[in-house]
C-alpha cells in the first residue's frame, strides 16, 4: 500500500522570521563538520545564538533587491539552506550554502542550488560566483559537478589568529 502526503518529503522555500535560529545551527553545525582542521580555534568561540539575529534581519529586512535566503526540507525540517545576493551588474553570488552532515548527499544541496540559480536568474544574473574555502574538497567536487569552476580569484580572510584563503568559482547562466 502507497501512502500519500500533502507535502512532498522534500522540499526549497524561501526562509521566514521562524527559521533563523535553525539556519544558525545548520550553518554552525556544517562548518565544524567541514572546517574543524582549519578553522578549529575560531569555530570554537562562535555561537549560534549570535548568527541568530542576523540571519533573522536577512530574512526579514534584506539589504536590497535580489538578497534572498531559502531552506531546504525534509518534511517540515530544516535541513540547509541558501542566501544570495547580486554582485556586479549582472552576477549573482551565493553568499552560503550549507546543508546538515548527516542530510548531505540527499539531494538537499543540489535543490538549494537550483533554487538559487532560478532566483538569480529572475533578478537578471547572468552569471553566479561562490567562494570555496581552501580544502573544502568537497564543495569544489559540489561546485564543478554543477558546472562551476576557479575563476582565479583569491581572498584573505582572518580566522581567529590564522589567515584562510577563498578562491572564486564561477559559472555562465
Do not use: K, Y
Request: glycine share 10%; charged share 25%; proline share 5%.
Amino acid at each position: 500500500m502507497t501512502l500519500f502526503t500533502e507535502h512532498a518529503d522534500v522540499s526549497v522555500r524561501p526562509a521566514t522570521r521562524e527559521d533563523a535560529a535553525t539556519i544558525a545551527h545548520v550553518q554552525l553545525t556544517a562548518w565544524r563538520s567541514t572546517h574543524a582542521q582549519r578553522l578549529a580555534g575560531a569555530l570554537e568561540q562562535l555561537d549560534e545564538s549570535a548568527f541568530e539575529p542576523g540571519w533573522a534581519d536577512a530574512i526579514t529586512q534584506p539589504p536590497g533587491p535580489g538578497h534572498r535566503v531559502l531552506v531546504a526540507c525534509a518534511g517540515a525540517r530544516v535541513v540547509g539552506f541558501a542566501a544570495v545576493r547580486p554582485a556586479a551588474e549582472g552576477t549573482g553570488e551565493i553568499v552560503a550554502l550549507e546543508v546538515l552532515p548527516d542530510e548531505q548527499r540527499s539531494g538537499h544541496g543540489s535543490r538549494l542550488l537550483s533554487a538559487a540559480v532560478d532566483s538569480l536568474r529572475q533578478d537578471g544574473a547572468e552569471s553566479l560566483t561562490a567562494w570555496v574555502l581552501d580544502g573544502d574538497d568537497a564543495r569544489e567536487r559540489f561546485l564543478g559537478g554543477a558546472g562551476l569552476g576557479p575563476d582565479g580569484r583569491v581572498r584573505e580572510l582572518a580566522a581567529g589568529h590564522d589567515t584562510v584563503h577563498e578562491r572564486r568559482w564561477a559559472a555562465e547562466l
